[in-house]
């Protein structure tokens, strides 16, 4: 094991993170669910600021990436971390650099006084709802989320009462 290293983002990092996102696709058996190019993801996270992205090295070497953005708690009052995506690179895996990536983004909620963090895990995934339950993470299992697609939103912003 190498000496692990986190570090912002940065434009020139946007081929990394399109390769980080398809190798977390593959893994989640979700490729066919990708519908971005480069481009979007660079003016996304770069020029609109829409989310940020922190990556994991390994000895300079890039082995894992987390994307996160600010949710909003109306019963708080106040914003919270939104983590949506969080990946190790398999032969990276179980050196500790998820938790590494995970802790450093609470470190980042504390700083921006978020008074929560929250994601999704997939139900099939149980290495990873295993890791988060270990470090204190507990599921909402009262909660369903819900989903609109982009055709779905189009169809119905053009309704009217």
């Avoid at 000895?59 to 953005?69: C, H, K, R, T």
């Avoid at 978020?114 to 999704?120: F, I, N, P, T």
Wanted: aromatic share 12%; glycine share 8%; net charge negative.
């Amino acid at each position: 094991m190498g000496t692990f290293t986190i570090r912002n983002a940065t434009p020139q990092d946007t081929g990394l993170i399109y390769g980080f996102i398809l190798k977390m696709a593959r893994y989640e058996k979700l490729e066919s669910e990708v519908d971005t190019s480069e481009e979007a993801l660079r003016r996304a996270l770069f020029d609109e600021r829409q989310a940020e992205v922190v990556i994991g090295e390994e000895n300079g070497i890039p082995v894992g990436f987390a994307l996160f953005f600010h949710n909003f708690s109306t019963f708080r009052g106040q914003r919270g971390l939104y983590l949506e995506d969080l990946f190790v690179d398999r032969e990276h895996r179980g050196k500790g650099y998820g938790k590494a990536l995970l802790l450093h983004l609470t470190r980042i909620a504390v700083q921006r006084q978020c008074r929560r963090m929250e994601w999704v895990v997939l139900d099939w995934n149980a290495p990873s709802i295993a890791f988060y339950k270990s470090l204190g993470a507990v599921p909402m299992d009262e909660w369903t989320v819900f989903r609109l697609t982009e055709e779905q939103l189009h169809q119905l912003a053009q309704q009217t009462l």
